[in-house]
């Protein structure tokens, strides 16, 4: 069974950055688009950014575009996300995910990520 363990969260202040790695715990994961998402407070779980399994294709939602990246390094099972310009509705706990839609079959743990005003 394919584990993800997310890590990089913290608190950060508006307008800064922040990087969160994703780690995989086989080389199977290599399969799998990658996605990310983020769980705000009261709000459903949302899709911000996937990167295809060879790393050549990325989807943006809205809000990340132009601020946000995605990269993976399937050498090293890991996926990096990037996030420039952070706004306080960036706030939420963010999790990675094998695949682009909030029915992926593996999870982490999440982790949080607070921006402060």
């Known amino acids: 069974q394919l584990r993800l363990v997310e890590s990089g969260g913290g608190l950060v202040q508006s307008g800064g950055s922040l990087r969160l790695s994703c780690a995989a715990s086989?080389?199977?994961?290599?399969?799998?688009?990658i996605g990310w998402f983020r769980q705000a407070p009261g709000k459903e779980r949302e899709v911000v950014i996937c990167?295809?399994?060879?790393?050549?294709?990325?989807n943006y939602s809205v809000s990340a575009k132009g601020r946000f990246s995605i990269s993976r390094d399937n050498a090293k099972n890991t996926v990096v996300l990037q996030m420039n310009s952070l706004k306080p509705e960036d706030t939420g706990v963010y999790y990675c995910?094998?695949?682009?839609?909030?029915?992926?079959?593996?999870w982490g743990q999440g982790t949080q990520v607070t921006v402060s005003s």
């Open positions: 990167i295809s399994n060879s790393g050549g294709s990325t």
């Open positions: 995910a094998s695949g682009c839609e909030t029915t992926a079959s593996y």
């Open positions: 086989e080389f199977t994961w290599a399969y799998y688009a």
